[in-house]
């Protein structure tokens, strides 16, 4: 497994025509490696050829006031997951070799990026969209894969490769959750014991909503409340926001039917969570 972060390498050991046709496969990460990322290279590694990693802690996603400094990092012990699952190639560029001092082109995606965490996170998914476009220009993929986790993101990263005609495709993995159903997630290592315990609500709100919906609540702003109730009720746990939305535009439903999105991000003593889940509804 090669480790760098040397860009022309890269390009160089991604794009080598080996034999007729070789698929790239590319999963981008921030590090801090657990197994909802390693889901994502595991089936990369069944579905293409070549299989490149990135990580890069990328300072322009983060706002002024958010967490970029104490970012979890623990790049040893991600190596040694990510030569495990047999990956070809780590993609691990320092910040100066991603952002010149000018730097001064963006790519904005202006719809789905206003809702749920875009209205949290203002110039998130500018951020976010831009560092994604570096990446596939570098390592030009066949496929790159996504967690449903960061549900929107996927959909804002699958809208800019339709807009902007990137010849990849995006695949979106289910939510990886550890035995208590908490989602995994790089930030969950600094949950303290009561923390730990409290952050089991944004899933319990989950799973309430989706058995209220199945028993026929069609009204977002019951199921909200209910929701509200059960995360209110654990003394760590602050809303950021709770929303019922169409899971292909992200518009606020108000009645439940079709694809439905139930989003959530939750901080737990300070620590931001998100989860969601996704209803088919006749
Ligand atoms: P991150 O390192 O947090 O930027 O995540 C890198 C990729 O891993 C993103 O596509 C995430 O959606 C995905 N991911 C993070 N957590 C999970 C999880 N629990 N299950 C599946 N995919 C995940």
Do not use: W
């Not at 040694?80 to 001092?101: A, C, H, R, T, W």
């Not at 909503?209 to 019951?222: S, T, V, Y």
């Not at 439940?256 to 088919?280: F, P, Q």
């Amino acid at each position: 497994m090669i480790v760098t972060g040397n860009i022309k390498k890269v390009r160089e050991m991604s794009n080598a025509p080996i034999g007729k046709s070789r698929a790239v496969g590319f999963v981008p990460t921030m590090g801090a490696l657990h197994q909802g990322h390693l889901s994502l290279v595991k089936r990369a590694k069944k579905e293409c050829d070549f299989v490149v990693v990135s990580i890069f802690i990328n300072p322009i996603q983060f706002g002024p006031k958010e967490d970029l400094q104490c970012y979890p990092r623990n790049f040893k012990k991600d190596i040694q997951l990510l030569k495990k699952e047999g990956v070809d190639l780590v993609f691990s560029p320092k910040i100066k070799q991603m952002y010149s001092n000018n730097f001064s082109i963006f790519v904005d995606e202006i719809e789905l990026s206003q809702a749920l965490c875009g209205r949290a996170r203002p110039g998130h998914f500018k951020g976010v969209a831009t560092v994604v476009t570096k990446l596939f220009n570098i390592v030009r993929p066949d496929i790159a894969y996504f967690g449903q986790k960061d549900y929107q993101q996927a959909l804002v990263i699958k809208r800019m490769v339709r807009d902007l005609n990137f010849p990849v495709k995006i695949k979106v993995l289910p939510t990886v959750r550890e035995k208590d159903n908490l989602a995994m997630s790089s930030r969950n290592i600094y949950l303290k014991p009561k923390a730990r315990q409290d952050s089991l609500c944004l899933y319990q709100a989950l799973d309430l909503a989706k058995k209220l919906i199945e028993k026929g609540q069609r009204r977002p702003k019951i199921v909200l409340e209910k929701m509200r109730e059960v995360i209110t009720s654990k003394s760590l746990a602050k809303i950021d926001y709770i929303a019922i939305v169409d899971a292909e535009n992200l518009r606020e439903l108000k009645v439940i039917k079709g694809k439905a999105l139930i989003a959530l991000a939750v901080y737990i003593d300070s620590i931001r969570l998100i989860d969601n889940a996704i209803l088919n509804i006749k």
